[in-house]
């Protein structure tokens, strides 16, 4: 005998009870991994945190590890395409002419400083920023390979932007950003409970677009900055970044 398409599936309330569960452990691992790192979190903490039970990790995900590749691909992938559709409508704009770095740079920050649309902006800025400190091997690869495409694409349009840098120097200067990137967001996350130098003392904490401007200032002129000469010799004055 022959089953009907809809005895093979699972009834429509056991389904809708797994896709549940599942979203849930996917956002308290989220929240979890953000503030203690996976390696801080147990298996427990999770499903605590998600009110399911023993089994659910391993029922839905198979391991941790395994949960925290689908934790970093929920809040990596959708960023990476905001930054690359971002990129492709200047690039396209653009055509053959040159780039405005303030805009390349805006593409490639702004989607890691916006607040997603579940509105967890804090999480996701913790999380982005752990992303590069786990020391799982797997994870690592997994982010290495998210970033690749990124890497390209945006290094090309710099260059396109910044004619004058060679390959080492935009290699550092954005080592130097996205180090400046990280400890900003962790900054901004923790400033009210950091303790403030008299000078600063009082200062509220920056509104996240206001944040977000203050950094791509600092960016572009950090990427744009005068290229270093030997000793002896002038140096070529600051870039002019193209502003079409």
């Not at 399911?52 to 029922?59: D, F």
Request: charged content about 25%.
């Amino acid at each position: 005998m022959r089953l009907r398409s809809s005895q093979l599936s699972p009834p429509a309330g056991l389904a809708d009870a797994h896709v549940a569960t599942r979203a849930a452990l996917l956002d308290a691992a989220g929240r979890l991994f953000a503030q203690h790192g996976v390696e801080g979190t147990s298996v427990r903490d999770i499903i605590k945190a998600a009110g399911a039970n023993l089994g659910a990790v391993n029922y839905h995900f198979g391991t941790k590890e395994r949960l925290a590749l689908e934790v970093f691909a929920h809040r990596l992938k959708p960023v990476n395409r905001e930054r690359l559709a971002r990129l492709d409508a200047l690039e396209q704009a653009a055509g053959k002419g040159r780039l405005n770095l303030e805009r390349v740079m805006d593409a490639l920050i702004r989607p890691a400083l916006e607040s997603p649309s579940d509105g967890s902006a804090a999480d996701c800025m913790r999380l982005m920023s752990r992303c590069f400190q786990e020391p799982n091997p797997d994870l690592k690869t997994f982010v290495e390979k998210e970033f690749a495409e990124i890497a390209r694409r945006f290094d090309s349009a710099i260059r396109r932007a910044v004619p004058g840098l060679s390959k080492g120097e935009l290699f550092w200067r954005l080592k130097f950003l996205f180090g400046a990137l990280h400890h900003g967001q962790e900054m901004w996350l923790q400033f009210d409970d950091m303790p403030k130098m008299p000078h600063v003392a009082g200062l509220p904490r920056p509104q996240l677009e206001s944040f977000t401007r203050q950094f791509l200032a600092f960016a572009v002129a950090g990427v744009s900055a005068a290229i270093p000469r030997r000793r002896g010799r002038k140096t070529s004055g600051t870039i002019t970044p193209s502003r079409k």
